[in-house]
């Protein structure tokens, strides 16, 4: 499956990432770190905020590590820690290349079994068996500069689509919640 073409581009701008990122089915083919012979700076695709710390890094072909964007995605009440599935954030730099500068705000990422359930219990569309509480799953949404609210989740879930995701989309088009979820599990599409 293809990225589109302004994705194509931005990757292509940096000789390491000669090649966009590919899909496979829901997940996005991993692309390795820069080497001895690469430069060391890479063009900045974006900013991550944690909306519920404020905390802020810069996204670029290689930066966050892994391990660094699970730090920032991890649950807020508990402060666990657990892996994100990778192609996640692989999916955030696929969707930040056509979108430059912009900042991406992180609604959710891993939620453990204990903040899953406080969130099911204040009536929050939480799943009992969320693929948060699996590593599974980001809630997110992008801020382009100078744009106070971001964009239309319905608008970002067209692009994830259009990048060949198959893994699930909702979209969360409401005053009180304006993102998109993505998560590597089965194909399936929801509005709430």
């Not at 590919?22 to 083919?29: D, K, M, N, Q, T």
């Not at 920032?72 to 990778?86: I, K, M, N, S, Y």
Request: aromatic residues 6%; contains cysteine.
């Amino acid at each position: 499956m293809l990225i589109p073409a302004i994705a194509a581009s931005t990757f292509a701008a940096d000789p390491a990432l000669s090649e966009p990122p590919v899909l496979h089915g829901s997940r996005l083919a991993t692309k390795k770190g820069p080497t001895q012979d690469e430069p060391e700076s890479a063009p900045i695709l974006a900013t991550l905020e944690q909306v519920h710390t404020g905390e802020r890094v810069v996204l670029d072909p290689f930066e966050p590590t892994q391990g660094r964007f699970d730090d920032l995605v991890a649950d807020r009440v508990t402060g666990d820690r657990h892996p994100l599935d990778e192609h996640l954030l692989l999916l955030l730099r696929a969707l930040s290349a056509g979108h430059p500068g912009s900042r991406i705000e992180l609604v959710s990422g891993y939620r453990s079994p204990k903040l899953n359930e406080m969130l099911r219990k204040k009536g929050h569309h939480v799943a009992s068996h969320s693929q948060h509480s699996l590593g599974h799953a980001c809630d997110f949404r992008i801020v382009p500069e100078g744009d106070g609210r971001g964009l239309d989740p319905r608008v970002i879930e067209s692009e994830i689509r259009a990048l060949g995701w198959q893994g699930g989309v909702g979209v969360y088009p409401t005053r009180d919640d304006w993102f998109v979820h993505a998560d590597v599990g089965r194909n399936r599409r929801w509005e709430n």
